[in-house]
């Protein structure tokens, strides 16, 4: 499984071959009476408040048993679980002499035939042999609850190969199979002024964005690609399609996310943290605007003129705005935002982030109209 970028969030024509890789921040972990918590655990556990929060207390408890046992039990351990319907931990042990030892603890006890190494020992097993296993095995894990380890085949894909493999994999060993219906895969976070690639160019996210239907993907410069073209995440995974595209005249394009791609409403700031993105109400000539590119990141500047026709070799583009952000090829399509105000999306320029210069950004609102899109906000 691919990570998944996290950025901390704060509420405050450029076309290149390349690579950037974004900067990356730990997630501050929750206390275990955080009310955010709390109102998660009633929301998808369908919990009351009180309830939530005496299952807390118990899951507190059943991590210092657990800890403590394992230790204590040696080679007898068996593995553990937590029964959310008690609220007790249940300690499997191999010998029974072991019992009461558990339930002194203040844990339940469970006679199991395999020992946590033992179940160990053949999960490191499957994972010795990962390289043989076909695209039908969808993984495998250690079950606690049923003392087995337990390899997942997707059923709609099982063939002669995948029985094989799972016949020799359970033979004389604590495995068990399981038929699923879904295979897993990896998922992402796109994000304004990230890097993204069209065969052997590079552009940057515009804006992540929604379709009436609830289909995501995002605005961009309508230079970096034509209806058709593919495109690839930051991380070269496959990310979607141009579904529309203008330039010249224009300079804006939209293109599909798949399902393995999850829009989120922030601009990378390249320092680890992301500006929320909350709207797009046009800022006025004078205003701070800042620009983020996959070449040279995260840059600010002022907006100098509205309503610009900008005569490239390709083409006039009208109804740009004009900045004295600076730019550099591969900053093409990344976002322009104004406090947390959306503004467009890197058009083109002169100078570079050594000298200065100037850079036109192509108006986001002008796009969302044309391809009936919303910005997907936070």
């Not at 704060?10 to 709390?38: E, K, Q």
């Not at 010795?128 to 296993?133: G, K, L, Q, V």
């Not at 605007?289 to 509205?306: D, E, I, K, M, P």
Request: charged letters at 15%.
């Amino acid at each position: 499984m691919s990570r998944k970028r996290t950025l901390r969030l704060t509420s405050a024509a450029l076309l290149v071959a390349g690579t950037v890789t974004a900067a990356m921040s730990p997630v501050a972990a929750a206390s275990p009476l955080d009310p955010d918590l709390v109102a998660a655990m009633q929301r998808d556990l369908g919990l009351s408040e009180q309830q939530a929060r005496t299952r807390l207390a118990q899951e507190d408890t059943a991590r210092r048993l657990d800890e403590s046992l394992s230790r204590s039990l040696g080679a007898t351990f068996g593995g553990a679980h937590f029964d959310a319907a008690s609220g007790d931990l249940v300690v499997g042990v191999t010998d029974a002499a072991k019992i009461p030892e558990v339930e002194r603890a203040g844990a339940r006890a469970q006679l199991v035939r395999h020992s946590s190494a033992e179940l160990d020992a053949a999960l490191a097993e499957l994972d010795r042999t990962e390289a043989s296993a076909p695209a039908s095995i969808t993984g495998w894990y250690v079950d606690e609850r049923a003392n087995t380890v337990v390899v997942d085949v997707h059923a709609a894909t099982r063939d002669a190969a995948a029985d094989d493999y799972l016949a020799e994999a359970t033979a004389g060993a604590p495995v068990r199979v399981r038929e699923v219906d879904e295979a897993p895969r990896p998922l992402y976070d796109l994000v304004g002024g990230d890097a993204y690639y069209m065969g052997g160019g590079r552009c940057s996210v515009g804006f992540p964005v929604r379709t009436s239907s609830g289909g995501s993907g995002m605005v961009t410069a309508g230079h970096c690609g034509t209806r058709g073209t593919s495109a690839s995440g930051y991380n070269q995974a496959a990310l979607g399609s141009f579904q529309g595209s203008s330039f010249p005249g224009n300079d804006y394009a939209w293109v599909s996310a798949n399902s393995n791609w999850t829009a989120r409403p922030w601009v990378n700031m390249y320092n680890g943290s992301a500006r929320v993105v909350s709207g797009h109400s046009v800022a006025p000539t004078g205003s701070s605007v800042c620009r983020s590119g996959s070449t040279t990141g995260w840059h600010c500047g002022t907006v100098r003129a509205l309503n610009q026709t900008v005569r490239y070799a390709e083409g006039s583009v009208s109804g740009l705005t004009q900045t004295n952000v600076c730019a550099e090829p591969g900053d093409s399509g990344g976002s322009f935002i104004s406090g947390n105000q959306a503004q467009g999306m890197t058009s083109g320029g002169s100078g570079n982030c050594s000298s200065g210069g100037t850079t036109y950004f192509q108006p986001v609102g002008e796009a969302l109209s044309a391809f009936g899109l919303s910005l997907v906000t936070g």
